[in-house]
């Protein structure tokens, strides 16, 4: 096997090159167990604020599916963890966290239920996930039904 000839910062910035922010394998996986369940969205609306990966129009419903490390998952515990180009990684990352709380507040004024899932959590347990998905999807119809209308009764 021939030995690499990158450097460090070479082998680093490929490795950056390849990570996408949209179609992401939990995205799609995740889009996919939805889909089957008849659940009919939008992927990447970039009519809402943090273009939610999956937007259930229909229902007001967004969905995020956040890498943990680019999220800031288990924050406290990981930050002091990061060793190379600390300044610039962890300004980043809080920059993202504030970002997330600041869409959530923005969809949830405009009248959108939020749901954030972890890739992690997709991957162990998609079902829960998706059952996460459908509760939500139950709770604005409860939530938006007039009970004196004859619809309401399915």
Known sequence: MAKSTRTKEEQRHYNMSRIRCTD??????????LWHEGIRYRKN???LPGKPDIA???????????GEFW?????E???PKI???????IAKI?????????????????GWTVL????KDIKKDMAACVDEVKEALLQVKIDSCDWSEDECDQ
């Open 94 to 110: 809080e920059r993202n966290m504030n970002r997330d709380v600041e869409v959530d507040r923005q969809l949830q004024s405009m």
């Open 56 to 66: 259930i129009t229909k229902y007001r419903i967004a969905v995020f599916c956040d």
């Open 116 to 119: 954030r899932f972890w890739g």
């Open 71 to 75: 999220h800031g998952k288990d924050w």
């Open 83 to 89: 060793q190379s180009n600390r300044d610039y990684w």
């Open 45 to 47: 609306y970039k009519q």
């Open 77 to 79: 515990i990981k930050k």
């Open 24 to 33: 992401t394998t939990i995205e799609a996986v995740f889009r996919k167990a």
